[in-house]
C-alpha cells in the first residue's frame, strides 16, 4: 500500500486546521476517518468541516451516507481504500481509531447476515433485550 498521513485525535484538536494546512502545501486529499462525519445529516455535534473550511481541498467519505442507512467498519473499510488507491497523495483525519486501523492494516472483516442494522434505534426494554439475548445464549450453547 502506499504512504498515507495520517492525522489522529480527539474532537476539538486542531486535526482539519492542521490537515488543511498540510494538504495545501503538500498537495494532499483528505479522507474522512470519523465515523460520525460518514453521515449527510449529522453535522454539528461531529464537528464536520464546513465547505468554506475545506479553502478548496478534496475531502472523501464525509457526509455521504444517509442515517438511516446500515453502515460499518467493513464499508468504511472497502471506501477508505478504494480511496486510497486512487488519490496521488491520501490523508486519513479523524478519531475513530478502528476505522483508520481498518483501511491501513490487514484487518479481514465481513458482513453478517441476518444481523439488524445497528444504528437503528429500537423501543425494547431491558428486560427484553436481556430475554432475547438469554434465548439466543441458550440456542448457540444447545
Known amino acids: ?3 498515507v498521513v495520517v492525522i489522529v485525535g480527539p474532537t476539538g484538536s486542531g486535526k ?3 490537515s488543511i494546512e498540510l494538504a495545501k502545501r503538500f498537495g494532499l486529499e483528505i ?3 470519523d465515523s ?3 453521515y449527510d445529516e449529522l453535522s454539528i455535534g461531529s464537528a464536520k468541516v464546513k465547505t468554506e473550511e475545506m479553502e478548496g481541498v478534496p475531502h472523501h467519505l464525509l457526509g455521504h451516507i444517509p442515517v438511516s442507512e446500515p453502515y460499518s467498519v467493513y464499508h468504511f473499510q472497502r471506501e477508505a481504500r478504494k480511496a486510497i488507491e486512487s488519490i496521488e497523495r ?3 483525519v479523524g478519531g475513530t481509531g478502528l476505522y ?3 483501511a491501513l492494516f490487514d484487518y479481514t472483516l465481513v458482513t453478517v447476515v441476518g ?3 445497528s444504528n437503528v434505534i429500537t423501543r425494547t426494554s431491558n ?3 436481556y430475554q432475547k439475548l438469554y434465548r439466543k445464549e441458550s440456542e448457540y450453547h444447545g
Open 16 to 18: 482539519t486546521r492542521l
Open 1 to 3: 500500500m502506499k504512504k
Open 127 to 129: 428486560e427484553e433485550l
Open 100 to 102: 483508520i486501523k481498518a
Open 31 to 33: 479522507i474522512n476517518g
Open 36 to 38: 460520525v462525519q460518514v
Open 115 to 117: 444481523v439488524p442494522n
Open 90 to 92: 491520501p490523508a486519513i
